[in-house]
T-cell receptor, first 114, second 114 residues
Framework: KAGVTQTPRYLIKTRGQQVTLSCSPI?????VSWYQQTPGQGLQFLFE???????NKGNFPGRFSGRQFSNSRSEMNVSTLELGDSALYLC?????????????FGSGTQLSVL | QQQVKQSPQSLIVQKGGISIINCAYE??????FPWYQQFPGKGPALLIA???DVSEKKEGRFTISFNKSAKQFSLHIMDSQPGDSATYFC?????????????WGLGTSLAVNP
């Protein structure tokens, strides 16, 4: 069974640009969560999607958005990039947000904003 | 009240030694306590988890000790190996109906010297 796939693996953008990151969950997993990881800040929860609906949202500005498609694949978008958005963005999938407690993470997208 | 405090921030252990990482929480509604292991360039992976009705859980060289009255739990790595060098995150799950919220510690960087 293939794991969680995130693309692209690395991304370099400049301030003011926007970026879209993609996540394909494990086959059969319907819940996708997104996290921002920076040194010293640990894993910061961005949002969680299930059945194409956002179920939970973290404390991030509206520049951060996401969506989930009918095949459970998910994308997150960051508009008007700032230097502080440089981070590793991780996607995690699970069977179902209400009953499944085991998260399976992808290897992440390393975003650098110059 | 929803924080999970993890210590130490970094840890250096000699090969064969015992690595101990501690976490503390305040919210007694947490009902699931996982530990995740993250290697450089990879996403976190579930290592071991415990529920509050159990005081200890062991899987190979990894043991979780759980002290419900003190609201603390710890990860013990026996016979630590250089391959255990990674960042370890504790977390706690808060279930509210059909909605799961995972609260993360800030991580411990473990280095095992050969």
């Amino acid at each position: 069974k293939a794991g969680v796939t995130q693309t692209p693996r690395y991304l370099i953008k400049t301030r003011g640009q926007q970026v879209t990151l993609s996540c394909s969950p494990i086959s059969g997993h319907r819940s996708v969560s997104w996290y921002q990881q920076t040194p010293g800040q640990g894993l910061q929860f961005l949002f969680e999607y299930f059945s194409e609906t956002q179920r939970n949202k973290g404390n991030f500005p509206g520049r951060f958005s996401g969506r989930q498609f009918s095949n459970s694949r998910s994308e997150m978008n960051v508009s008007t990039l700032e230097l502080g958005d440089s981070a590793l963005y991780l996607c995690a999938s699970s069977l179902d947000p209400g009953t499944s407690e085991k998260l399976f993470f992808g290897s992440g997208t390393q975003l650098s904003v110059l | 009240q929803q924080q999970v405090k993890q210590s130490p921030q970094s840890l250096i252990v000699q090969k064969g030694g015992i690595s101990i990482i501690n976490c503390a929480y305040e919210n007694t509604a947490f009902d699931y306590f996982p530990w995740y292991q993250q290697f450089p360039g990879k996403g976190p992976a579930l290592l071991i988890a415990i529920r509050p009705d159990v005081s200890e859980k062991k899987e190979g060289r990894f043991t979780i000790s759980f002290n419900k009255s003190a609201k603390q739990f710890s990860l013990h790595i026996m016979d630590s190996q250089p391959g255990d060098s990674a960042t370890y995150f504790c977390a706690a799950t808060l279930n509210a109906g059909n909605n799961r919220k995972l609260i993360w510690g800030l991580g411990t960087s473990l280095a095992v010297n050969p």
